[in-house]
């Protein structure tokens, strides 16, 4: 909307803008409410309840909206109970911020910055208003009943509040139950009771929890007698502290009718407190990993960490690329900055690609610094999650380590932020807003007035043509602290199968495991998951697809399972071909189910562990597998890039990349950088101790400039060529990307719908005169998903944002910045 102001409406009124959260095109942008006299005081990240359409709707304040003349705003209905701002002013302004950028709806961004479930529940609370002291002492001497020459309707409604408050669902209340709404407002109106409309979070409330503590005897009361299981839990009260013991702990150990006879006898207390859930609290806190506390840092440590320091002590943006060899100390550097930043009573955000991975440093600031961790990422409960967000909403976190969800996290201030491996594509999101956290962090650090730290031993091209340019500033460390560089080894599986090696362990990796020393450690790389990557049958050649994508299913042996690893559908496996009927099966390709098979039946003597997404899926799991390498019980580690990130192990002396070409042809301009980033993340596990490590690459493409590269340490001539592609193609950071994808069940109509798109586009960059490239429509690389058929528009050049204007909304979506083009 456009009017005479924004902020007021032509008689003074205030106007606030307001994301509704509507599903459809009707939440895809905001609306412009007026601000009734009682609420006044509404606040940005407010919740409140708006008429919108022929219905009563949550939206979320945004900020000052726009009237426009000669039409009359609707009122704003109500405020809805939430302490306060859902979010504080800081998290309001990035959510702008990421709407914009991404062409995301606002009630969208929003609700991906709060705990699941919390807009999903909202209730109407009412509450029996008290009397003053005089009249309830008149109506008690009296023996006035409160509900006395109300209507029997009425009496009633206050007769059932007399025990407390009671909720009324929200649609029962505005729709169902319109008549009872209206006696509940008449009520409130007469002085009888209370309304609020609260929000009560689904799933992810808060937890109450009963605690039990000693009671203060009172003075001349004698001990009464008690049985021994009385006796057993007041003795163990006595060595607790007063914050007391969980009610259903003692109940457990002592009986519940010990726990109630000693209530009622009053020598004990219970009081019901919230107990929150604290992914860390059953952790203990150590070091592992991350230098000893107070070690010296070496100079091009030192210098990066005052860089940082100052900026910070200046409380201006700076964004700092710590761009160093594997194994360089980037860690260290993190935690000295952490430390001087809570040292300044400033919170740290710290961004990682993987939970997991980051441990070791959560550990080192718990146990080193004392520091109030918090944790978000996407393998915490609902609960979990819910109390670590509404934890940093209060301020009762010194730093939050997370995913790229953490940069979403509720902080009201910010000192420090850091994004380790900042080239890793698990910063970038697959579903709206598909923001890029390590650019969404960049941009909370300007708004917070913050340092931002991107740390990366191999950084995007993006990020390196930036720092090239001054954009960023760069500081290097180029030597490892500890161990030197490994040997690196090309494996020609050309040669293996010439040689008759049919295996997926090349020669020379089998025998390097099988002289692995004792106390030593391996690591096996391979991206795919599962145990088959294709499974065909002999006679008719029948490859096993996914009905909804058309791609081909993965043979998982654990379960015994093919899956498709893009929509996720399972099936179990056939015993004979679905099209011709016979029993001749073959399994070809393989991932890391089949790597972890094949080691442990030609190296009994070694112990295996696998990670991958499959094994991360499990709560607790990655962790688990973690600790057990890190702790020395597992001697050979198979995984996908996951092993590649943040492990820091002296024992490690090889890695082995089992196949370096399973991206390196896909379609796709970031083909190689993805690969170079793999190969070179992954050989640098190897050798950080006193023993010489050694990586094995193993290839049938050993030319390729991305495995020469990382094979011969030419960083700097791979970047060049990678930067001069972008600029030819205009691609970042030389111009930015923008794809749109559409899906609809017929083919036909999808591709009909991308062309028509794509020439109004190129239309509208000709007669602008914008230097903006459309290309497609083009199928998507998984052409069918989800029984939808999926084209393509890419925009490419100076401004696509521009040139696109609005959204084209349903079947399109949009990526701004996307990560692949596939």
Request: glycine residues 10%; contains cysteine.
């Amino acid at each position: 909307m456009t009017g005479d102001r924004a902020g007021a409406d032509p008689g003074g009124t205030r106007v606030v803008a307001v994301a509704v959260d509507a599903a459809g095109a009707a939440g895809q942008r905001p609306f412009s409410y007026r601000v009734p006299e009682p609420l006044a005081d509404l606040a940005p990240g407010e919740a409140v309840l708006v008429e919108f359409g022929r219905r009563q709707a949550l939206g979320i304040v945004l900020g000052p909206g726009e009237a426009t003349s000669g039409l009359e705003l609707k009122p704003i209905a109500d405020r809805v109970r939430a302490d306060g701002p859902l979010l504080p002013e800081l998290a309001m302004r990035l959510a702008a911020w990421i709407s914009e950028h991404y062409l995301a709806p606002p009630a969208i961004t929003i609700r991906a910055m709060l705990p699941p479930g919390l807009l999903e529940r909202l209730e109407l609370v009412a509450e029996l208003r008290p009397a003053p002291d005089g009249e309830a002492e008149r109506s008690r001497s009296a023996d006035v009943e409160p509900a006395t020459g109300l209507a029997p309707e009425d009496r009633i409604i206050v007769e059932s509040l007399a025990s407390g408050p009671r909720q009324v669902r929200l649609l029962d209340a505005a729709e169902g139950r319109p008549a009872l709404l209206r006696r509940l407002r008449a009520l409130e109106g007469a002085g009888l009771l209370t309304l609020d409309w609260t929000l009560l979070a689904a799933g992810a409330g808060p937890r109450w929890v009963r605690y039990v503590r000693r009671a203060t005897p009172a003075n001349g009361n004698g001990t009464p007698r008690l049985g021994p299981r009385q006796q057993a839990l007041l003795a163990e009260l006595a060595d607790v502290a007063a914050s007391g013991i969980p009610a259903p702990e003692l109940a457990a150990r002592h009986g519940a009718s010990a726990v109630a006879t000693l209530a009622r006898r009053g020598l004990i207390e219970i009081e019901v407190r919230e107990a929150p859930r604290e992914p860390l609290a059953t952790r203990p806190a150590g070091r592992r990993g991350a230098r000893p506390h107070g070690a010296a840092l070496s100079p091009e440590q030192a210098a990066a960490v005052d860089a940082v320091d100052r900026a910070a002590e200046r409380g201006t943006t700076a964004v700092i690329l710590l761009d160093g060899v594997t194994g360089g100390g980037k860690t260290a550097i993190y935690a000295e900055l952490l430390e001087r930043t809570l040292g300044r009573d400033k919170p740290a955000l710290v961004l990682v690609p993987e939970i997991a991975l980051a441990l070791p440093l959560v550990d080192r600031l718990r146990a080193d610094l004392d520091a109030r961790v918090a944790v978000l990422h996407s393998g915490l409960s609902d609960g979990e999650r819910a109390d670590e967000w509404r934890r940093i909403r209060r301020g009762d976190v010194d730093v939050v380590v997370g995913t790229r969800l953490a940069v979403l996290a509720p902080l009201r201030e910010v000192g420090l932020i850091v994004v380790d491996e900042e080239h890793d594509a698990a910063y970038k999101s697959d579903r709206t807003p598909r923001l890029q956290a390590r650019d969404a962090a960049i941009e909370l650090g300007r708004l917070a007035g913050a340092p931002v730290v991107l740390g990366s031993a191999t950084p995007s091209v993006e990020t390196e043509g930036r720092a090239r340019t001054g954009e960023i500033e760069r500081y290097r460390l180029p030597v490892r602290l500890s161990g030197a560089p490994p040997s690196v080894e090309i494996a020609d599986l050309r040669a293996e199968l010439a040689a008759g090696n049919l295996a997926m362990l090349s020669r020379s990796l089998a025998s390097a495991l099988a002289n692995l020393a004792s106390g030593e450690q391996a690591i096996l790389v391979i991206n795919r998951r599962g145990t088959a990557s294709v499974v065909l049958c002999r006679d008719c050649g029948q490859v096993a697809t996914c009905p909804d994508c058309t791609r081909p299913l993965v043979y998982h042996q654990a379960g015994g399972t093919l899956r498709c690893h893009h929509c996720g559908r399972a099936w179990p496996m056939p015993s004979r071909c679905p099209s011709c009927g016979s029993a001749r099966i073959r399994y070809l390709g393989g991932g890391t189910e089949r790597i972890e098979r094949e080691v442990r039946d030609r190296f009994p003597g070694l112990r295996v562990g696998r990670l991958d997404r499959d094994v991360v899926e499990r709560k607790g799991a990655a962790e688990r597998v973690v600790d057990a390498f890190t702790d020395r019980r597992i001697d050979v580690l198979v995984g996908t890039s996951l092993v590649t990130k943040g492990l820091d192990i002296p024992t490690v002396t090889l890695v082995g990349v089992v196949s370096a070409d399973v991206a390196l042809n896909l379609p796709d301009e970031r083909a190689a950088e993805r690969t170079y980033q793999l190969l070179a993340q992954a050989v640098g596990r190897a050798g950080r101790g006193d023993q010489p490590g050694a990586a094995i690459i193993q290839t049938y493409q050993p030319e390729h400039p991305a495995i020469v590269a990382v094979a011969e340490g030419r960083a700097a001539a791979f970047y060049d060529a990678e930067l001069e592609l972008r600029r030819t193609f205009g691609s970042p950071p030389f111009g930015r990307l923008v794809k749109l994808t559409v899906a609809l069940a017929e083919r036909g109509e999808a591709e009909a719908a991308g062309r028509e798109l794509a020439t109004r586009l190129r239309d509208r960059a000709v007669a602008t005169g914008a230097r903006v490239d459309v290309a497609g429509p083009a199928p998507a690389f998984v052409a069918k998903r989800g029984d939808r058929w999926r084209f393509n528009v890419v925009l490419r050049g100076d401004d696509p944002v521009a040139l696109l204007g609005d959204p084209p909304g349903v079947p399109w979506s949009i990526d701004v910045d996307p990560e692949s083009l596939l």
